[in-house]
């Protein structure tokens, strides 16, 4: 649809960036912190492993104050559950405590609302050991980890996310190092533990309303729209598939309690059926979100059938990388798609799926939407004078922003946007080396150097634009 003019982006919205603690704080065993599952997992060798990423629990104040001067209205960042509850379940750790006391503090302090994500892929070790989501012990320890941050915080929090791209985890758990290696029947298992993190997810959002009855708190998978191939009938079937297997069986679970019919037919059709009970489906149908977050990077593609050939070459995307769809042959099969560009890691980049995947959200669950990561990973260069010429980034983020704004006017209520990320950090799987952030932290994959922060262009671009509330797009800016 074309508009003669343009809905603004209301006033009050949420103009933000984001973080997780694992990638950002480093201080990964300091003040009492318990390990996590990330701690744990093996990367590869040549890539910076979590111990210091950029030393944000030591340098938070100073990056809080960027983070200010960048005019953020939010800072979306997670609770190291580890580091309240060292073995996620048993003594609370004061110093945890006072670490996010002081966080929440300083973000305020400076008029900022703290967007608070509780769980983003750093389960504690201790509760691994036990079976981490595969013993249904974990949805109680989630409960009373959640409680704990709701009660501690929930005087200063408005706005909560219970977990961060659970779907990631299930599709993608060996990629991003939250499902142990040599997990055996690892399908049949991780749906069994995704329907316990949709329980505990359940579980955290009515305690969220029942202890903070004006607090928000909604769900944050990461949601893209899935291409057919062609215009086949068989491809749009496979795209069907895929969107309900990748997309709607985690929002329909969380949204009306309930598992999406096709979802449901995938998992019986592969003996993936994890076992419920009435009673989780009454609680399942209790836990009801206000909001809906959710992660965009870019659309997907997929085809019913890829020529034979092309199998191995398949296979081997797959395993790489956590944007790519892969393949079930008979239900879905990645596919390219000749009208997009890639960026230096070859994820696609569209704006305009963007568009089409808020349309596909709030069309499907009518509740607000909030984005809370997009972005571009890119290898930026610190160049003379401490100057970081990063003008792809804010080609990319004008263009998903001018589509937010025409999302905004199709009438899908969205109230923010919270690029990642606020600052460099480290990536899942590739290191500091492929870096999101409005402010550069100076170290290198294992060259530690002085972690200075230095603003990129795209921090006075991103200052600028909030400053217009997303009426200055742009792209030229004097740096
Ligand atoms: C999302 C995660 O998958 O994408 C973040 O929520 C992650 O934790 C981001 O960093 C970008 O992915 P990557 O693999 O480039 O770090």
């Known amino acids: 649809m074309h508009y003669q003019t343009l809905a603004p982006f209301p006033p009050g919205f949420l103009w933000g960036a984001s973080t997780s603690a694992y990638q950002v704080e480093g201080a990964w065993n300091e003040d009492g912190k318990g390990p996590s599952v990330i701690d744990r ?75 608070v994500t509780l769980y983003h892929f750093d389960l504690p070790w201790a509760l691994q050991l036990q079976g981490g989501w595969s013993n249904p012990r974990t949805i109680a320890a989630f409960e009373r980890f959640a409680r704990t941050a709701f009660e501690l915080f929930g005087d200063r929090v408005n706005f909560w996310l219970t977990i961060n791209e659970q779907n990631m985890m299930i599709l993608k758990g060996d990629v991003i190092g939250t499902l142990p290696p040599g997990t055996p029947d690892p399908q049949k298992t991780l749906y069994q533990q995704n329907h316990h993190m949709m329980l505990a997810q359940a579980r955290a959002m009515i305690a969220c309303h029942e202890l903070l009855p004006s607090a928000k708190i909604g769900p944050a998978p990461n949601i893209s729209c899935v291409y057919p191939a062609s215009s086949r009938p068989e491809d749009v079937i496979a795209a069907n598939n895929y969107s309900s297997i990748r997309n709607w069986l985690y929002l329909d679970l969380a949204c009306h309690g309930r598992y999406n019919a096709l979802a449901w037919r995938f998992m019986a059709e592969k003996g993936y059926l994890p076992s419920i009970t009435a009673q ?41 990388d956590q944007q790519l769809p892969g393949m079930d042959s008979a239900v879905y099969i990645g596919a390219d798609n000749p009208h997009l560009e890639h960026n230096q890691f070859g994820w696609y980049i569209d704006p305009v799926g963007l568009r089409v995947t808020c349309r596909e959200i709030y069309e499907r669950y009518h509740l607000p939407l909030i984005v809370t990561e997009n ?59 492929k870096r999101y952030g409005f402010v550069y932290v100076n170290r290198d994959e294992h060259d530690l150097k002085d972690l200075a922060r230095h603003r990129k262009k795209s921090f006075f671009w991103y200052q600028r634009l909030i400053k217009a509330n997303g009426q200055r797009l742009e792209t030229d800016i004097e740096y």
Request: some cysteine; overall charge negative.
């Open 41 to 115: 997992a093996q990367f590869a060798p040549e890539l910076s492993d979590f111990t210091v990423t950029s030393d944000h629990y030591h340098r938070f104040a100073g990056d809080i104050a960027l983070f200010a001067e960048l005019g953020l209205k939010t800072y979306r960042f997670s609770i190291a559950w580890s580091r309240l509850y060292p073995d996620g379940d048993g003594e609370l750790n004061p110093q945890g405590v006072a670490f996010y006391q002081r966080l929440i503090d300083e973000i305020r302090r400076h008029g900022i609302e703290p967007l």
């Open 280 to 320: 989780d489906l009454d609680l399942l149908a209790q836990g009801r979100p206000d909001f809906i977050a959710f992660n965009y990077y870019a659309s997907t593609t997929v085809a019913a059938d890829a020529p034979r050939e092309n199998a191995a070459a398949q296979r081997a995307r797959e395993i790489e």
């Open 375 to 433: 972005g571009l990973g890119a290898f930026d260069k610190l160049t003379a004078g401490n100057k970081i010429h990063d003008d792809d980034r804010i080609r990319y983020l004008s263009d998903h922003i001018r589509q937010l704004q025409l999302a905004i006017t199709d009438g899908v209520a969205l109230f923010g946007y919270c690029p990642w990320s606020a600052i460099d950090l480290v990536s899942t799987h590739q290191g500091i080396s």
